[in-house]
T-cell receptor, first 112, second 107 residues
Framework: DAMVIQNPRYQVTQFGKPVTLSCSQTLNHNVMYWYQQKSSQAPKLLFHYYDKDFNNEADTPDNFQSRRPNTSFCFLDIRSPGLGDTAMYLC???????????FGSGTRLTVV | GENVEQHPSTLSVQEGDSAVIKCTYSDSASNYFPWYKQELGKRPQLIIDIRSNVGEKKDQRIAVTLNKTAKHFSLHITETQPEDSAVYFCAENDMRFGAGTRLTVKP
């Protein structure tokens, strides 16, 4: 009964090779978020969508982009991954801001 | 963006003791303060939250208190059990997380 599903669970990509991570939700939540979590660190917000309105954090690298083609799906595109992009990428949803998140299981990305 | 400071970074308690984790925020307009528990290799999960119109909220062994004047909020876990061992994150308005507290409950 997973409600926020991320694919793949594990991804290994070569330095500089574009990669796309996906997130889907069955909750019909308006807001979707992408977080990057490096080992032993707090999740760091990359982007969020409030419906179709895209919000980019000021310190999110230009290398990272996102798409939300419909309510259910959201994608994270990393155009030219660097070694420093190795991390867990967490997708989260909420009905609206200020009501707590439901996180997906995450995609563990390794850049080699 | 505004920062959320979380202390301590690590906390070790004996089973049955209480654990307290504190977070301080800077945006006086913030009105929602959730706490998440993340076990090793798993996703963060919301365990309790509080809004700025109340000072305390309790759910069984877990409670959260909010001091709006001092701009801090705290997580209290009573009668700790080994399965409470995890990393706990506070957040401010859902957007920004504290650095996390690794809680270890020793049997």
């Amino acid at each position: 009964d997973a409600m926020v599903i991320q694919n793949p669970r594990y991804q290994v990509t070569q330095f500089g090779k574009p990669v796309t991570l996906s997130c889907s939700q069955t909750l019909n939540h308006n807001v979707m978020y992408w977080y990057q979590q490096k080992s032993s660190q707090a999740p760091k917000l990359l982007f969020h969508y409030y419906d179709k309105d895209f919000n980019n954090e000021a310190d999110t690298p230009d290398n990272f982009q996102s798409r939300r083609p419909n309510t259910s799906f959201c994608f994270l595109d990393i155009r030219s991954p660097g070694l420093g992009d190795t991390a867990m990428y967490l997708c989260a949803t909420s009905n609206r801001q200020g009501y707590g998140y439901t996180f997906g299981s995450g995609t563990r990305l390794t850049v080699v | 963006g505004e920062n959320v400071e979380q202390h301590p970074s690590t906390l070790s308690v004996q089973e049955g003791d209480s654990a307290v984790i504190k977070c301080t925020y800077s945006d006086s307009a913030s009105n929602y303060f959730p706490w998440y528990k993340q076990e090793l290799g798993k996703r963060p999960q919301l365990i309790i939250d509080i809004r700025s119109n109340v000072g305390e909220k309790k759910d069984q062994r877990i409670a959260v208190t909010l001091n709006k004047t001092a701009k801090h909020f705290s997580l209290h876990i009573t009668e700790t059990q080994p399965e409470d061992s995890a990393v706990y994150f506070c957040a401010e308005n859902d957007m920004r997380f504290g650095a996390g507290t690794r809680l270890t409950v020793k049997p």
